[in-house]
């Protein structure tokens, strides 16, 4: 399935099977509300995983690096054979009423490539609301969660970063030709620009 420039709400709760609970309940509504408020177009980028109480969001952007809870998050799944995934491009719209395009994917085979193109978190970039912005290991992180909060406030944004942001880029841009469908011949790596 691939729809372009449709309402993404309606979609996920029809994909759900209309027993969703309220908005205010559903932490994949407010994760794609918040997408809605981004600039970059990685933060508006989303992969989505029905389920009977809503959905699973998690950004596209943080599922190939290790050590993000999205990884972990979305890599903690087991779906069943044939089952469905869901890519999410937000492109215009409302946080209340967000339009863009969603494709789904076969999430086992996903999954599958998934375990050799993730790569591992060098870093995490904190934002603060209070203005404070750095960058820490991941495991540093982990570690003082507790005491950053209550020296520098609640964080505003959090971006995982590999070690080639351009080897990052490229493993993405990769799996959206495997979505669509793209099988590389046999012996032959994958060459020219990846869309």
Not at 65 to 76: A, E, F, I, P, Y
Not at 161 to 173: G, Y
Request: with cysteine; proline share 8%; net charge positive.
């Amino acid at each position: 399935m691939k729809k372009s420039r449709i309402e993404i709400f309606p979609l996920l709760d029809e994909l759900c099977g209309g027993t969703t609970k309220p908005d205010s309940f559903r932490p994949d509504v407010w994760s794609i509300r918040k997408g809605m408020t981004e600039y970059e177009m990685e933060e508006r980028s989303f992969y989505w995983l029905p389920c009977a109480h809503g959905g699973l969001c998690v950004m596209e952007r943080s599922v190939f690096l290790r050590g993000s809870k999205d990884h972990w998050v979305w890599t903690q799944q087991h779906p069943k054979p044939g089952e469905e995934a869901y890519h999410i491009i937000l492109t215009g719209g409302t946080p209340n009423a967000p339009i863009g395009d969603v494709r789904s994917f076969d999430f086992s085979s996903h999954l599958r490539r998934l375990e050799a193109a993730a790569m591992d978190a060098q870093a995490v970039e904190l934002v603060f609301y209070s203005g404070c912005r750095f960058s820490m290991p991941p495991e540093q992180y982990r570690t003082d969660m507790e005491r950053l909060f209550w020296e520098y406030g609640t964080i505003r944004h959090i971006r995982y970063l590999p070690e080639n942001e351009a080897k990052l880029t490229r493993a993405i841009m990769l799996e959206h030709r495997y979505q669509k469908g793209w099988t590389p011949q046999k012996g032959r790596p994958p060459s020219g620009p990846v869309r």
